[in-house]
């Protein structure tokens, strides 16, 4: 058996057509705010992505690149300006900050009508809540404000799911990783869409087992190549959300090579996971873009 390979990048091609031809049909375009602090090479490459692929779906972009030696007071009070500034609809601040600063009051201080990361503790909650879902990630014109915004990444993923037939409904779902920019909240989307979820962490025993029953194999918990081939139900949809350099390259979290001979579909590294999290994220920022100035 080989397996599918869930083509990431065309499907982020038509999300961000689909996004262009939106925002094309408005007087008034969305605008993005991206604040990069530092120096952080990678940083620097990824914001510059987000802001070329805002510039080809027509978003506004809005940038703040500060130094490092900015202060968490000053950080803080820059987002607050631009919670208050009717021009920006979405805020991006790009993670990890440099040594010193502490992420959790920065994100704090985002409008949850303006958190197109969908990190705040109120769009979290909502998720978790079951109160937010599937229905509402791709919604590019909602009546009305959105309710709450969906993480890009696990969004990205479901979409992906969605487009290669995997059925959610029933299925055994596992997800190697907890974090709360992927693990928790992928779950909770799986959780709404009646799948049966378990998620893994380094306290896991026998993880390779636990593994073995999963329809849907999620793996995000940054380790090379931790997927192997006997690790994975034949026939089984395996998403690869892992990024890691490595001297042979840029690898996923799962063996791609040996996982493709067992698996029904799979996702590769890079031209996976990675397209849609960009794509999601124009998403997110339409949708912002319907509520009011005025929205807290």
Known sequence: MTARVIDGKAVAADVRAR????????????????????EDPASHVYVGSKRKACAEAGIRSIHHEVPATISQGELNDLVRG?????EVDGILVQLPLPEGLDPDPVLAE???????????AANAGLLAQGRIGLAEA???????PPLG??????????ELLARVGAELEGAEAVIVGRSNLVGRPLGSLLLGANATVTTCHSRTRDLPAVCRRADIL?????????????????????IDVGMNRTDEGLVGDVDYAAVAQVAGAITPVPGGVGPMTIA?????????????????
């Open 280 to 296: 999601m994220l124009l998403a997110n920022t339409v949708r912002t873009s319907v509520a009011p100035a005025s929205a807290p």
């Open 19 to 38: 996004i262009a031809e939106v925002v094309g049909k408005r007087e008034r375009k969305p605008g993005l705010a991206t604040v990069l602090v530092g």
């Open 82 to 86: 631009l919670n208050a500034d009717p």
């Open 218 to 238: 999620i793996a995000a918990v940054g380790v090379p190549k931790l997927i192997e081939a006997d690790w994975v139900k034949p026939g089984a949809t395996v």
């Open 149 to 158: 915004l969906i993480p890009c990444t696990p969004a990205g993923c479901v």
């Open 110 to 120: 985002i409008s949850p009508r303006k958190d197109v990361d969908g990190l705040t």
């Open 138 to 144: 791709l919604e590019l014109e909602p009546s009305e």
